[in-house]
């Protein structure tokens, strides 16, 4: 039977630790299966005004999971993880200020050496950010530009623009 994809989603100021391979293996809830925390599979539809914003990922997002998938208003927007593929010219499908492990989507994107976060050790992660290149990235004035706090609940903006990723640094604060 076959029901359609899920339309109208908004994932927002989530962070996604890596997935590990099963328990059953030898060290397996330590090892990262290296594949994409958040998953649209193409092969049932097209994929109908998604919005995601202002994620912390550590393998990334795959907007067309084994296909090739249609896209009609879906944005991903000032998220943090692992380069996705882009689908490079697939009309409705918008790429903004995120900052991506080693490649970009969007020409706001930005390409990071690596992960901005406190500490990405599987079952310890913590995606408070550090500093870098995706501190005052999101600079967009549309509305899905614009998130007003972050995954604890501090106000966003802080500096000249919103941080990309669930994280909004507070600089004035010793522990951040």
Not at 19 to 30: F, I, K, S
Request: hydrophobic share 30%; net charge positive; charged share 25%.
């Amino acid at each position: 039977m076959k029901f359609g994809q899920m339309h109208e989603v908004v994932i927002e100021n989530s962070w996604f630790g890596p997935p590990v391979r099963g328990l059953d293996e030898p060290n397996g809830a330590n090892r990262n299966d290296r594949q994409p925390e958040l998953q649209l599979d193409g092969d049932y539809g097209g994929w109908r005004n998604w919005l995601i914003r202002f994620n912390s990922f550590f393998n990334g997002v795959d907007v067309g999971f084994a296909s090739s998938p249609d896209f009609r208003n879906v944005r991903v927007i000032g998220n943090i993880g692992g380069a996705p593929q882009c689908f490079s010219g697939a009309g409705g499908l918008t790429w903004a200020y995120n900052a991506w492990i080693g490649g970009r989507c969007g020409k706001t994107d930005v390409s990071l050496g690596g992960y901005p976060y406190r500490n990405t050790r599987i079952g310890s992660e913590d995606f408070h950010l550090t500093g870098g290149r995706a501190i005052n990235l999101v600079r967009g004035r549309g509305r899905d530009d614009r998130l007003s706090r972050d995954i604890d609940g501090q106000r966003r903006p802080r500096g000249r623009a919103r941080d990309a990723g669930s994280d909004e640094v507070w600089p004035a604060s010793p522990s951040r």
